[in-house]
């Protein structure tokens, strides 16, 4: 069946524009998750959206970030006033619900310029 | 922060070997995680073995956990040319996952 899904695979912005990335999770996953994979800080959790309980949102690096989950599917990190310690690989997983194992797309590199 | 600490850093064998590499962790987890990741690309899950397991195998792999010594191992036999990747292990707590700084393993024929 297909994975999770990720839009644009690549993303070239100025410094201080917004930019939005979009992940599409395996149909029937009601956990998905944002992280962020970057040569200085490895593998980052960003945030964690479980069914209709509120977010986690305890990995967002400043209030610059944001995320929301539509419909229980389709998930977009907004990133306002890039920085070009933004720049990085965002990676989206979904899974079929908490503790359970996490299956991963292959991930948006933004750079910012 | 990262939660695990993977060790080596790099590791550097022939194929027909095995593999081993080791994570330690700080916090009580409710599972690990081992994940490879190939240059350049997504991260593909291999193994998951529950805070009440010690021991699980998945064809070529095998993984045990401690938790009293708060560390997990990952074990690769037989490693071939494909098995060239960076291996991180993730604890998850909460249900989020936090990654090791990985080990880059380089399978030479």
């Known amino acids: 069946g297909a994975g999770v899904s990720q839009s644009p695979s690549n993303k070239v912005t100025e410094k201080g524009k917004d930019v939005e990335l979009r992940c599409d999770p395996i149909?029937?996953?009601?956990?998905l998750y944002w992280y962020r994979q970057s040569l200085g800080q490895g593998l980052e959790f960003l945030i964690y959206f479980q069914g209709n309980s509120a977010p986690d949102k305890s990995g967002l690096p400043s209030d610059r970030f944001s995320a929301e989950r539509t419909g229980g599917s389709v998930s977009t990190l907004t990133i306002q006033r890039t920085q070009q310690e933004d720049s990085a690989v965002y990676l989206c997983a979904s899974s079929l619900g908490a503790h359970r194992e996490q299956f991963f797309g292959p991930g948006t590199r933004l750079t910012v310029l | 922060s990262q939660q695990g600490e993977e060790d080596p850093q790099a590791l550097s064998i022939q194929e027909g070997e095995n593999a081993t590499m080791n994570c330690s962790y700080k916090?009580?987890?409710?599972?690990l995680q081992w994940y490879r990741q190939n240059s350049g690309r997504g991260l593909v899950h291999l193994i998951l073995?529950?805070?009440?397991?010690r021991e699980k195998h998945s064809g070529r792999l095998r993984v045990t956990l401690d938790t009293s010594k708060k560390s997990s191992s990952l074990l690769i036999t037989a490693s071939r040319a494909a098995d060239t990747a960076s291996y991180f292990c993730a604890t998850d707590s909460w249900g989020k996952l936090q990654f090791g700084a990985g080990t880059q393993v380089v399978v030479t024929p």
């Open positions: 073995i529950r805070s009440n397991e």
């Open positions: 149909s029937g996953h009601t956990a």
């Open positions: 916090t009580s987890i409710n599972n």
